[in-house]
């Protein structure tokens, strides 16, 4: 059985820092790309970005690119995203999710996924 778990979430301040883990297991195919996502307070769910797991090659939401940035430790199967001068308007859920096909096609339209339970990331000014 799939499971996807994310972890390092917490409340900081305006300005810092966080690295959110996410670690995948039970997949008999091991999945080709991982995608992070959020989902703020009353907001629909956001990409954020997603990782190539056989290359490390990462592409970004346009409209966050800077300040996010995904990596991998494909050993531990364990998939990070590190988001820097946080800001309230960064207060969310964060998840990690894989392809149920396990590819990299379509990871980013949120269809067909598997999903961990989220990690809440809080900002304060």
């Known amino acids: 059985q799939v499971q996807v778990m994310e972890s390092g979430g917490g409340s900081v301040q305006a300005g810092g820092t966080l690295r959110l883990s996410c670690e995948v297991s039970?997949?008999?195919?091991?999945?080709?790309?991982v995608g992070w996502f959020r989902q703020a307070p009353g907001e629909g769910r956001e990409w954020v970005g997603n990782?190539?797991?056989?290359?490390?090659?990462?592409e970004y939401n346009d409209a966050l690119k800077g300040r996010f940035t995904i990596s991998q430790d494909n050993a531990k199967n364990t998939f990070y995203l590190d988001v820097n001068n946080l800001n309230p308007e960064d207060s969310a859920l964060y998840y990690c999710?894989?392809?149920?096909?396990?590819?990299?096609?379509?990871?980013?339209?949120?269809?067909?996924?598997?999903w961990g339970q989220g990690t809440q990331v809080t900002v304060s000014s």
């Open positions: 999710a894989i392809r149920r096909d396990g590819g990299c096609v379509g990871l980013r339209t949120g269809k067909d996924n598997f």
């Open positions: 039970g997949y008999s195919t091991i999945p080709r790309c």
């Open positions: 990782i190539v797991r056989s290359s490390g090659h990462t």
